[in-house]
């Protein structure tokens, strides 16, 4: 199993970036693929999942309205959109994979990791 996230990068306070998670060695469609962020002296927090079988996505309600998470399973891939991007958005961005449904992006669910990619929102 491995992930990578890519996308990150400087964009200004209300811009929007799309950050891509893709997945190998392991099909979408039996796995929750969450988002998750770590600002420099802060603690990781969970921003979003969603199961690449039925679809549900879940966000943390810091993003709620703003960020869009989807999966794109034929490319094994899943996105996360971020819009109306805030300075307090900076951070190093995480994908992780869990096998099954999970309902609730805590990161002591996911068992798969990949290296991070940097959003940086200048004010």
């Known amino acids: 199993v491995q992930l990578q996230a890519y996308g990150g990068g400087l964009v200004q306070a209300g811009g929007s970036l799309r950050l891509s998670c893709a997945a190998s060695?392991?099909?979408?469609?039996?796995?929750?693929i969450g988002w998750f962020r770590q600002a420099p002296g802060k603690e990781r927090e969970g921003v979003s999942c969603?199961?690449?079988?039925?679809?549900?996505?879940h966000y943390a309600d810091s993003v709620k309205g703003r960020f869009t998470i989807s999966s794109d399973n034929v490319k094994n891939t899943v996105y996360l959109q971020m819009n109306s991007l805030k300075p307090e958005d900076t951070a190093v961005y995480y994908c992780?994979?869990?096998?099954?449904?999970?309902?609730?992006?805590?990161?002591?669910?996911?068992?798969?990791w990949g290296p991070g990619t940097q959003v940086t929102v200048s004010s």
């Open positions: 060695g392991f099909t979408l469609d039996d796995y929750t």
């Open positions: 969603i199961h690449g079988g039925n679809g549900s996505p």
């Open positions: 992780a994979a869990a096998e099954g449904y999970l309902d609730s992006v805590i990161a002591s669910g996911f068992e798969y």
